[in-house]
């Protein structure tokens, strides 16, 4: 069963790979590229421990100061829709610079924020403005780097959502008990979000000197809708874009509610939770590296199914259960990390078939992305308010399990690799 192709449809092909850029520094480019992720997903991956304070602060509670996650991956969907054929259409670099000012404008102005309403609304923007970096970064690691080390490459790009979450999350906290040092025992959340303001400044100035002029030739037709027609013609896109959606409604309700859950069941204050946190997130690097041999291997559908259950069930230990402070860091590491693997592979391999339109295709990978983000944190945050965390963890392993069922179903459909079957 060889790879499909549509040949009517141009520059979707699978087999036709675009030249790639001449003239840049290879290692420069990459290191420029990875700080502008790192502070586009430093804008996200802060505000989970912080969900406690604000909470106290703003009298709401945690179930409803959870719902800023719910707004970010809500506008980030919404944005990674449009922001792939404007990328391949219209440049890489103009849609990037123009998302990262909204994330810097909206980062910064949540440091002053009244009341929950206004987050909600600067979280919207956030999530809006940080959409179009992802599926730009895939589209110009495309552009630069040749086809044989691109797998390599893109897992490479996103374990920077591992080293946002080891060190983000743990840095806010930190910087919110400073904050109510500074502002005498409540509101030191917003001090938090001073620095990334500052981040996401020094990226946008690094990212207009160094990301790389547009690669001559490329095709500059607008095409909206035919290009995601066309992918979305591929059977691979057909089953990757739901499987994604069940897996990291996994990966996100773990992600935005496991500091809270900390800090709630052990007693933990914010500066403190910062050390189990910055462990558990560290796994994240791993297995976002990791990825890369997940994409490139035969069995590939295989290891992405029992990836996905065996975090799912860790999970939902980590929630369900008591076992102590560090038992539970422990058990969430290794779940936390089997969590971060199956997108960035998802992405990877989706290189392989979306020819011309690959921001395009890193865009509908993208919007599973964020849908499960949306999902997972809204679903955990109805579940935390009705029933409790132990609820939040069956609803994890429930997504792994249905991940994996798609995988397992249809894995066959996007399972080939260099002509032949893992099957």
């Known amino acids: 069963m060889g790879r499909d192709r549509d040949p009517g449809v141009i520059g979707i092909g699978t087999h036709t790979e675009p030249s790639t850029e001449t003239g840049v520094n290879k290692a420069w480019f990459f290191a420029v590229l990875a700080f502008a992720v ?7 991956m802060m505000v989970p421990p912080l969900l406690v304070e604000v909470s106290t602060d703003l009298e709401i509670s945690v179930a409803v100061a959870g719902q800023m996650a719910t707004a970010t991956f809500g506008a980030w969907a919404i944005a990674v ?8 259409s219209l440049g890489r670099k103009p849609v990037a610079l123009t998302g990262m000012v ?16 206004t987050l909600l609304a600067l979280r919207f923007l956030t999530g809006f403005g940080g959409g179009t970096l992802p599926p730009n970064a895939v589209g110009m690691l495309s552009d630069v780097i040749s086809p ?30 400073v904050g109510n040092i500074l502002l005498d025992g409540s509101g030191g959340w917003r001090i938090a979000f001073l620095p990334g303001g500052l981040l996401m400044a020094t990226a946008f100035t690094a990212g ?52 809270a859950y900390l800090i709630n ?59 102590g402070l560090w038992r539970t860091v422990a058990v969430a ?18 290189t392989e078939y979306s020819g011309e339109s690959k921001a395009t295709g890193a865009s509908l990978m993208g919007l599973s992305n964020q849908s499960g983000g949306m999902l997972g944190a809204g679903i955990s945050g109805v579940i935390l308010a009705n029933g409790g965390y132990a609820g939040i963890g069956y609803l994890l392993l429930g997504a792994s399990v249905v991940s994996a069922i798609l995988t397992s179903l249809f894995g066959r459909r996007f399972g080939e690799i260099g002509g032949g079957s893992e099957w």
């Open 38 to 44: 790192f502070g586009t997903q430093n804008a996200v």
């Open 148 to 177: 044989e080390r691109r797998a390599q490459a893109v897992s490479g790009m996103l374990a920077i959502n591992g080293v946002a979450a080891a060190v983000s999350a743990p840095l806010a906290a930190l910087m919110a008990d």
């Open 102 to 117: 909204l994330v810097l404008v909206s980062v910064a102005a949540s440091a002053f924020a009244p009341n929950i309403e």
């Open 208 to 259: 207009w000197v160094w990301f790389p002029r547009e690669r001559a030739g490329r095709v500059r037709s607008w095409g909206f809708l035919s290009r995601y027609r066309a992918l979305l013609s591929r059977r691979y896109f057909r089953v990757a874009v739901p499987m994604g959606i069940s897996q990291r409604i996994a990966y996100w309700g773990m992600t935005s509610f496991f500091a």
């Open 265 to 323: 069941t052990y007693h933990l204050d914010v500066g403190f939770a910062a050390l189990p946190l910055g462990i558990v997130a560290s796994a994240q690097v791993l297995g976002s590296y990791c990825a890369a041999f997940v994409a490139t291997s035969r069995r590939r559908a295989v290891l992405i199914a029992g990836i996905s259950v065996a975090g799912g069930a860790l999970a939902l230990v980590s929630f369900g259960f008591e076992l």
């Open 81 to 88: 829709l449009t922001v792939g054929p404007l990328s391949d």
């Open 333 to 350: 590491m290794v779940s936390s990390g089997l969590l971060s693997v199956p997108i960035p592979a998802l992405v990877a391999i989706s």
